[in-house]
């Protein structure tokens, strides 16, 4: 247990992925200590699921503070609290500022609902059906300043019918979301991942 790393989840919304991630580190699917979870928003029922779970939480109104840097600060201030290693972005709706991701090279994750570098943004799922796309799917990657732009870790396909509504589409992809994320987390948090470039690959 003491090689263990730390981890914390910042997430924005419903936290489904949060779920499928606790429920991993409670099989010891994710071989980590999910020590922390933050959110922007108070209302996100994120933090409802990690209260349940008896994990600390937080949540931080970036209204609260003058610009992003200080907003980052205050974040980097409590996951020097947890002593955190490494972070995942469970659907966190922010961009995070250039010192913060300084702090954590590589040891930043991020879930997009889309093949990337198609459909980035926060509207991947619809963007995808309205362009017609016949396949989209779910890429993990390395964050970077720019957004969805970095390393890609894992990723995929979701296949896209004439039936599909972004409704249905989302549940497919969730559908997968929760399925590999906690496997590339649990890569990460076992130091299997090797970055060359914007190449990663797994020893
Ligand atoms: C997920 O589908 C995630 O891929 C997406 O937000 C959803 C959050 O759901 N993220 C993005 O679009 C990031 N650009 P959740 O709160 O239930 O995990």
Redesign the pocket.
């Known amino acids: 247990m003491g090689a263990f790393m730390n981890f914390a989840v910042l997430?924005?919304?419903?936290?489904?992925?949060?779920q499928a991630i606790i429920n991993a580190v409670k099989k010891k699917k994710i071989k980590a200590h999910l020590k922390l979870v933050v959110s922007d928003r108070a209302d996100a029922y994120?933090l409802v699921r990690a209260r349940k779970a008896n994990i600390s939480s937080v949540s931080i109104n970036p209204q609260d503070f003058p610009d992003r840097e200080a907003f980052d600060r205050k974040v980097l201030e409590h996951f020097k609290n947890f002593d955190i290693d490494f972070v995942v972005l469970?659907?966190?709706?922010r961009l995070l500022g250039r010192r913060f991701i300084k702090q954590y090279p590589h040891k930043i994750l991020?879930?997009?609902?889309a093949l990337l570098p198609a459909f980035?943004?926060?509207r991947?799922?619809r963007e995808a059906l309205a362009y017609g796309v016949k396949v989209t799917g779910?890429s993990v990657h390395f964050v970077v300043e720019e957004m969805?732009s970095g390393a890609i870790i894992m990723q995929q396909a979701v296949p896209i019918s004439s039936r599909d509504t972004a409704k249905s589409l989302?549940t497919k992809?969730?559908r997968v979301?929760h399925k590999i994320y906690p496997q590339a987390i649990d890569w990460l948090a076992r130091r299997k991942l090797r970055v060359v470039g914007r190449r990663v690959f797994l020893r």
Not at 90 to 93: D, H, I, N, R, S
Not at 110 to 113: A, D, E, G, S
């Open positions: 997430a924005s919304g419903h936290g489904g992925n949060l994120a469970a659907g966190y709706m991020n879930i997009h609902p980035k943004g926060v991947a799922i779910v969805d989302a992809i969730h979301e």
